[in-house]
């Protein structure tokens, strides 16, 4: 019984996926817009009651339920006739099979469903297109002035490492104010409140698994690396926001993130927006002219080389086989999520970049209300 009610939602969430492939303008407004969007916001205000990661409990739990579930199985093969033993493993496989097909529709009903809805660009009316050398070393000229000047608005210590504005609760409020700003100027639904973004305890385990953070479907939390580089995190905790809100392509998260920066008070956050997608450019730039990348790198001020600097160190510690193998499952995950580029997806953020500079140029809209200028420096 237990098994047949699982499968038959797994039937139900397999019927949505189907929508969604079928007619995925219907299903972006229907259900991702207003059906995942509503009820995402009620589950993630009722996770952020818990004060720590729910995500990484069930994690932790996992771990130990297979270890202790091994162990057992061992112990039984000792004491017990085999019999008896198989019976036990037949009940346990089958309680196993059970969780695992409800794990999976939760998971296709939170997150594998948003693959397949109306991509970023056409909700925009952006054309299909790639950008040229000639269009990503323009804007790569632009975000150098942009990173330069937001960089002056930051707090240094002595050693040059920026020093915080805001706690992490703060940067939350602040993602989701400028959140509810581009939502007004742009007219997409990423607006909302979705408390559920939490600091990883095992952060060290997440960066030698290379990872900065990442979106637990089963509980709709946005995990957090707090041990990152304190420059980085705003940007982090704003590309995960972008996940929560429905947006599961690595590129449309990213460009959310760069969109971000205009519509914030938080120079912190402005700063920590412009500087990761900056790094997206300049590793573009890199494959196209390693000249201009160089010519690039020569126009940044101190403070931005600093932390560049600092995030390449701090990365280069957990550059371990244990992180490749971590990036080939990510590898092969987004691929299995129809985003054929795999990893390499992340990068596509400049092209949607390009198209946005095209459009707007240096006069991109703002929102005067929540927005600082970046275009003085001090």
Request: charged fraction near 20%; include cysteine; aromatic fraction near 14%.
């Amino acid at each position: 019984m237990k098994l047949r009610r699982s499968f038959w939602f797994l039937s139900f969430s397999l019927l949505v996926l189907l929508l969604f492939r079928l007619f995925p303008a219907l299903m972006d407004a229907v259900y991702s817009r207003f059906l995942y969007r509503y009820a995402a916001q009620g589950i993630s205000w009722v996770m952020a009651l818990l004060p720590f990661s729910l995500a990484e409990l069930l994690l932790l739990l996992l771990v130990v339920f297979l270890l202790f579930s091994f162990i057992k199985v061992c112990v039984l093969l000792v004491t017990k006739p085999f019999k008896h033993v198989g019976r036990l493993c037949a009940k346990w496989f089958y309680g196993v099979v059970v969780g695992a097909v409800y794990a999976i529709s939760v998971f296709i009903l939170t997150c594998g469903v948003h693959y397949h809805r109306v991509p970023l660009e056409e909700h925009l009316k952006y054309p299909d297109e790639y950008a040229t050398a000639e269009e990503l070393l323009a804007l790569a000229d632009y975000l150098v002035q942009e990173v330069n000047s937001a960089a002056t608005y930051t707090r240094r210590n002595l050693e040059g490492d920026m020093v915080p504005d805001l706690t992490f609760d703060g940067y939350k409020k602040e993602i989701d104010r400028a959140y509810d700003s581009l939502e007004q100027s742009t007219g997409l639904v990423v607006g909302g409140r979705f408390p559920a973004t939490k600091p990883f305890v095992a952060s060290r385990l997440m960066s030698y698994a290379y990872l900065s953070g990442f979106f637990f479907p089963w509980t709709l939390e946005a995990n957090i690396n707090k041990d990152v580089p304190v420059f980085r995190m705003p940007a982090i905790m704003a590309h995960e926001q972008a996940h929560v809100r429905g947006f599961m392509r690595e590129n449309e998260a990213n460009f959310l993130t760069y969109l971000l920066a205009r519509h914030t008070r938080s120079g912190d956050l402005k700063y920590s927006c412009l500087l990761l997608s900056f790094n997206y450019v300049l590793n573009a730039l890199y494959k196209a002219s390693a000249e201009e990348h160089k010519k690039v790198l020569q126009q940044l001020s101190p403070r931005v080389m600093h932390d560049l600097l600092t995030a390449q160190e701090y990365w280069e510690k957990y550059r371990t086989s244990f992180a490749e193998t971590s990036q080939k499952v990510n590898n092969a995950y987004l691929k299995a999520n129809a985003q054929q580029d795999g990893v390499a997806s992340y990068g596509r953020v400049v092209d949607l970049m390009v198209l946005d500079f095209k459009r707007n140029g240096t006069k991109v809209q703002q929102n005067t209300e929540q927005f600082v200028s970046i275009s003085e420096s001090t």
